[in-house]
Structures are given as C-alpha cells and as structure tokens.
C-alpha cells in the first residue's frame, strides 16, 4: 500500500512512517522542515520503499502516483512552535488541509486528520469526551493553534458529507517519546533536559495543573487503528493516556529516572489560555478501535531519557520507539 504521511519529519510523524515501513508499506514522507527535524529520519533513508518530498502543502499538493492513505500531521504542535509560525499554523491546517483532502478524494484515498485535545481549550468536562464542545478563546494566544484545528475537523467533514470522502478525526493528547525536539517546549522535554543538564527544573504555577501522557508508540498504534477501521469514517476520536498525574509528579519522576539532584523551582504560572486539566476519556477509542495504551509511564520515560542522553551527547544509547 502507497501512504503519503504529511508532516513525517516531525515526532510523531517519524515513528508513524517507521511503523509504516515496517508493516511492508511504501511511504512517502512530505514535510517542509517548519519544525520537523530531518534528524528523526535519516535513519529511514535507506528503506527503497521510503521517499522524502521536501514539500510546503499550504503551496498545493506535490505531483506524485496514486496513494491509499493520506495521514495529515503537518502543523507545528508545540506553543513555542505555533507561536513563532501562527499564520503558517493557521494556514496548514486549511488550505493545506484543503490540498491534502482534494488529494485523499481524487486517489480514492482514507485520510486521517490529527487534530488535538486543545480543540477542548481549558476544559469545563473532566475528562474530556469527543462529545464536549470545548472551552476555546478564538483570540488569546493558543488561538492560531486551537482554531485551525476545529477549523480542520470541520472541513474534514464537510469533505465527508459533501464528496464522501473517508475521511476520520483524531485529537492527540499529550504525546512523548524519543525524537522529540529538545527545545520543544512542552513539560518531558523541557523537564528532561533540565534534569540531565542539572539545572533547575521549571515548574509553572503551583504544579498541581494535570496532564495525562501517551507513549509515542501507542499513540502511532491508535493512528494506524484509526486509519485502518472502517467504521471510524466521519468519527472523531480521542487518542492518549488516562493515567493524568500532576506536573509537580512529572517533575519528581522525571528527576528521579534521569539520576538526576537538580533543584526544582515554581515560577509563574504559564499565561494564554494554558488548560489546568488535561485527561481524555477513551471509552470510544476501546469501542471503536480496540485500543488503549500499553506503555507505562515510568518504562516510557526510561526510554524516552536515555534518547535525550544520546542526543544530548551524555553517554548513553537511545533506546528503540
């Protein structure tokens, strides 16, 4: 099967093409390094069956055969990423969208739309279902971001409703794993790194906010589930871990698995819409898709610390996704 992965330079579009690879498939990685990182894919170079187009899809979609799959993950993810590209994250996530889903119903292809857990903003349903509208600020600063997401689903299904185009939704919760960016901004990286470094580790607030973490390999096995399952076309889904734990716990475990006697330190809590909790409810996901995370937190984490030692240049190996 031919796959076009856009957005396959980046975290999880990397693993998502190595997956791919893996289970026999062509792959063709598009992405145009906004803030994909060609490090996460060097080591696919070799696989024939594997072709990078260095491509920027709000320009159109690149000539190319016919493909089965179209997978859209092209957008920056992180606030730091977003915020320093909003009009190109607003505008990948609709008229990029616009090319990839053109493409996905000419080809007679089943397009998947990674679509986020910041749809829901700062959530007033805890957990959060696929059913909950959201709490979402259509000016503040996650604006460029959370917008073009919904902006994202609601063209997908007008795609579905109008061209019959297959087409499904999923809203990744926060995701961690290996090849993540060390500068990306959000809690493991930025609480890894400053553990390895032994400098302070930065908790925002209090550290009693919440999130809940997916390990980058079962986020990648619910993105294949839900391309692969019939009857998600027209579906929205939440993809992530219910385990929700507090920041300050992530800090503590985090330093505690790295080694690491760096001090930790409260600074004001983050401005512009930051959610205070964070957790999906994935009854829908076990329903539909027969999935659910497997990956503990503590052997995630050890995985995903020993990837930052090497990148980091500290010593150690990292550990296979």
């Known amino acids: 099967m031919r796959v076009l992965v856009a957005g396959g330079a980046g975290f999880i579009g990397s693993h998502l093409c190595e997956r791919l690879l893996r289970e026999g498939h062509e792959v063709v990685c598009l992405d145009n390094f906004v803030t994909g990182r060609k490090v996460n894919i060097e080591h696919l170079a070799d696989w024939p069956s594997f072709a990078l187009v260095e491509h920027d899809i709000i320009a159109g979609a690149p000539a190319m055969a016919r493909v089965e799959r ?59 279902r696929e059913s ?3 709490n979402v600020s259509t000016t503040g600063p996650r604006s460029m971001y959370d917008e073009a997401k919904r902006y994202g689903e609601a063209l997908a299904m007008a795609y579905v409703r109008a061209h019959g185009t297959d087409a499904r939704i999923v809203r990744i919760f926060n995701t961690y794993g290996p090849r993540s960016d060390p500068h990306d901004g959000r809690l493991v990286p930025n609480f890894i790194v400053q553990a390895l470094r032994g400098e302070a580790m930065t908790v925002y607030g209090d550290g009693r906010q919440t999130r809940s973490l997916c390990y980058v390999s079962d986020l990648v096995d619910g993105l294949v589930r839900a391309m692969e399952c019939r009857g998600a076309k027209g579906e929205v889904t939440n993809l992530g871990n219910p385990d929700e734990h507090t920041v300050l716990e992530f800090a503590l475990i985090i330093r505690e698995l790295a080694g690491s006697n760096a001090t930790i330190t409260y600074t004001e809590p983050a401005v512009g819409d930051d959610p205070q ?45």
């Open 70 to 128: 179209v997978y859209h993950l092209a957008s920056p993810a992180s606030p730091p990423g977003y915020q320093r590209h909003p009009v190109e994250t607003m505008r990948v996530n609709s008229e990029g969208s616009r090319h990839l889903l053109d493409l996905a119903t000419r080809d007679g292809a089943s397009y998947l739309y990674a679509s986020t857990s910041e749809a829901y903003g700062d959530p007033l349903e805890h957990p959060q």
């Open 277 to 321: 909790r964070r957790r999906p409810d994935i009854t829908k996901a076990r329903a539909l898709l027969g999935w659910e995370p497997r990956v503990a937190l503590r052997e995630g984490l050890e995985r995903t610390i020993a990837a930052f030692r090497d990148e980091l240049g500290t010593g150690r190996v990292a550990c296979a996704s």
């Open 132 to 134: 909950y509208r959201g």
